[in-house]
């Protein structure tokens, strides 16, 4: 009964140990972060597509829009923002099935902790964001904040400060980085 004891107070000890050394609540958000800047390269993809081929005018809105409606610290929002991600009504206000070859997204995404915290200057919420410009066609500005240590300002994998915007504190993709 001893040996037993002994055996299962072991491996509590190394289970703790593991735990400690992997962080899993970390490692969940570098999988989040992982995620943003995949889904804002393929929608900055889809933009660019959408921009050569059907914007002959004009942007659908010159507007912030967001991926959320939660306002306190988000970094834009927009009066008409919904959480649909259908390809043709979702909350960047372009609709992509006007494209020739059909949408080149399944659907639009959100962020994966939407509405969540991530890291800021100050706390701020999980949204993806698009900033359009109101002057020149076909430009715009992708934004997303990052939540996990690695990927944010200062982190091994840092992505906003090295992304090539103008602000270090969140991550920037687009025709123009300079729109917030």
Known sequence: MIE???????????????????????????GRDSTRISDLSALNNAISIWTADVLNGGWPNTKVCTSTSTAPGAIGTCTSVSA??????????????????????????????????????????????????????????????????KFYNGGSGDVTSKDGGSNPYVYEIGSNLTLW
């Open 84 to 149: 649909s991600t259908t390809a043709a009504s979702n909350w960047t206000g372009i609709d992509f099935t006007r494209i020739a070859s059909g949408s080149p997204l399944p659907r639009v995404p959100i962020d994966p902790n939407n509405g969540g915290t991530c890291k800021g200057v100050t706390t701020t919420i999980c949204q993806y964001a698009i900033n359009e410009s109101t002057t020149t066609v076909g430009v715009f500005e992708l934004s997303a904040q990052m939540e996990s240590a």
């Open 4 to 30: 037993l004891l002994v055996v299962i107070a072991i491996l509590a000890v190394l289970a703790t140990a593991v735990v400690l050394v992997l962080n899993p609540a970390e490692l969940l958000k570098q």
